[in-house]
């Protein structure tokens, strides 16, 4: 990890599911309140993390040549400098932020809770977390 940011990701895919997700900020717990978004400078290290571009886990980012549109879907878990933690989610179509995209942010209190709450089956699985 360069940072806080993973390697295998582009810093522009990680930066761009943040602002989308300012749209979707929630406590991790059922039926949470609505949170205050983030910004990168809130993030004190991320933790478990993935990405997948055209379906396939630790492809390389769009950038390299490699692809025209991305079809990114990506999950991490994060730790904040304020000692909350959060599961940063996100996805976008083959054209890229923008056009089809969603992104989300599940605060907790503690990283259990966050793995527990903030995260569904899936993302726990794709994490090793399950």
């Known amino acids: 990890m360069t940072g806080i940011w993973p390697d295998e990701w582009s810093r522009s895919d990680f930066t761009e599911a943040l602002g989308v997700s300012a749209q979707d900020c929630r406590d991790a717990r059922p039926d949470g309140e609505p949170q205050p978004p983030i910004a ?3 993030i004190k290290a991320v933790h478990e993390h993935a990405a997948s571009y055209h379906d396939e ?10 692809y025209d549109g991305t079809e990114l879907d990506l999950v991490a878990l994060l730790e904040l400098h304020d ?5 940063l989610y996100g996805w976008n179509d083959y054209t890229g932020w923008g056009c089809q995209d ?7 209190p503690s990283r259990d809770e966050a793995i527990r709450y903030g995260m569904d089956e899936a993302q726990r699985t794709r994490l090793g977390l399950a």
Request: glycine share 20%.
């Open 40 to 42: 990168t400078t809130d």
């Open 83 to 87: 000692g909350r933690w959060a599961v």
């Open 102 to 108: 969603g992104a989300g942010l599940r605060f907790a």
């Open 57 to 66: 886990a630790d492809n390389k980012p769009p950038g390299d040549g490699a």
